[in-house]
């Protein structure tokens, strides 16, 4: 449906054009049959206007089809280039994991709940066997936890520990950029929005309730911001940009727009005629 509303819209760009050459073709078509059927003339004018107006008609019907043709190809490349954007990943990655899953809940720390937000640093450190599942490590001034698997602040599965929840994935965002701005329609932003609740709730319980939410949102420039220092030293994040970028890539790399499309297959006819198998 949107497809076919952007090939509308890119028509009507061309509109006025195109409204001429046909307000030209029918007037050329009233002229002729109204002159023809009033004056005897010979076959072969006839048969002259008939095909220069019939040429206008197909160079209309083709400049149409053009038009719409390069409106699809541009269609189609923004629709691969907008996975490069940081909305899209997030929320794909999100997605892509299981939410019927129950929330699983941060276990309380003996971390004093005084500690402000901005005084605690949680590093994430690389897991020889998974990757995706980095362990944890928090520090509080000189004081320093031992590596905490990612359950304890609720970061997986209820019903799979070596499985990372959406949560983890926020929090790995975080990790990259500090604070971050989501624009996705309605539905996807209200999702988001729950699932940084829910982080929010399970740090405050591993932490503790303070004055401020760990993770606030900026009315004015609509940008998350979280307080808590998140140290990614196994770069999760820019790993996953890293392989949508070659990704996208790749579908760039494949991606045939439709005008070359119909010239590698006259090509191909063309090739297989002059070999002579259609003798």
Same mark, same amino acid.
């Given at each position: 449906?949107?497809?076919?509303?952007?090939?509308?819209?890119?028509?009507?760009?061309?509109?006025?054009? *195109?409204?001429?050459?046909?307000?030209?073709?029918?007037?050329?078509?009233?002229?002729?049959?109204?002159i023809?059927?009033?004056?005897?003339? +010979?076959?072969?004018?006839?048969?002259?206007?008939?095909?220069?107006?019939f040429?206008?008609?197909?160079?209309?019907?083709?400049?149409?089809? *053009?038009?719409?043709? *390069?409106?699809?190809?541009?269609?189609?490349?923004?629709?691969?280039?907008?996975?490069l954007?940081?909305?899209?990943?997030?929320?794909?990655?999100?997605?892509?994991?299981?939410?019927?899953?129950?929330?699983?809940?941060?276990?309380r720390?003996?971390i004093?709940?005084?500690v402000e937000?901005?005084?605690?640093?949680?590093?994430?450190?690389?897991?020889?066997?998974?990757?995706?599942?980095?362990?944890?490590?928090?520090r509080?001034?000189h004081?320093?936890?031992e590596?905490?698997?990612?359950?304890?602040l609720?970061?997986?599965?209820?019903?799979?520990?070596?499985?990372?929840?959406?949560?983890f994935?926020?929090?790995?965002?975080?990790?990259?950029?500090?604070?971050f701005?989501?624009?996705?329609?309605?539905?996807?932003?209200?999702?988001?929005?729950k699932?940084?609740?829910?982080?929010?709730?399970?740090?405050?319980?591993?932490?503790?309730?303070?004055?401020?939410?760990?993770?606030?949102?900026?009315?004015?420039?609509?940008?998350?911001?979280?307080?808590?220092?998140?140290?990614?030293?196994? +770069?999760?994040?820019?790993?996953?940009?890293?392989?949508?970028? *070659?990704?996208?890539?790749?579908?760039?790399?494949?991606?045939?727009?439709l005008?070359?499309?119909?010239?590698?297959?006259?090509?191909s006819?063309?090739?297989?005629?002059?070999?002579?198998?259609?003798?």
């Open positions: 449906m949107e497809k076919n509303e952007i090939l509308s819209d890119g028509s009507r760009s061309q509109y006025s054009e *195109q409204f001429k050459n046909w307000k030209w073709i029918i007037i050329q078509t009233i002229l002729w049959l109204s023809s059927l009033k004056f005897d003339f +010979n076959p072969v004018i006839n048969l002259m206007a008939f095909f220069t107006i040429n206008q008609f197909i160079h209309n019907i083709l400049s149409i089809a *053009q038009d719409k043709r *390069q409106i699809f190809n541009n269609f189609v490349t923004q629709e691969i280039l907008s996975m954007s940081f909305s899209n990943l997030l929320w794909e990655k999100i997605s892509d994991l299981n939410k019927e899953d129950e929330i699983m809940k941060a276990e720390s003996n004093p709940s005084e937000w901005t005084d605690i640093f949680i590093e994430l450190l690389p897991n020889e066997f998974d990757d995706d599942l980095p362990f944890l490590c928090i509080v001034g004081e320093q936890s590596i905490l698997h990612p359950l304890k609720g970061l997986v599965n209820c019903s799979d520990h070596k499985k990372q929840n959406g949560l994935i926020i929090l790995k965002a975080f990790g990259k950029y500090g604070s701005i989501f624009n996705g329609n309605t539905s996807q932003k209200k999702s988001i929005e699932s940084i609740d829910e982080l929010s709730k399970n740090l405050i319980r591993y932490f503790g309730l303070k004055d401020l939410m760990p993770i606030i949102k900026n009315d004015q420039s609509a940008r998350w911001e979280c307080f808590i220092n998140i140290n990614d030293k196994t +770069n999760s994040w820019h790993q996953i940009e890293l392989e949508r970028y *070659q990704d996208v890539r790749s579908l760039l790399s494949d991606w045939v727009p005008n070359q499309e119909v010239e590698k297959i006259d090509k006819e063309e090739s297989y005629k002059m070999k002579g198998y259609e003798w």
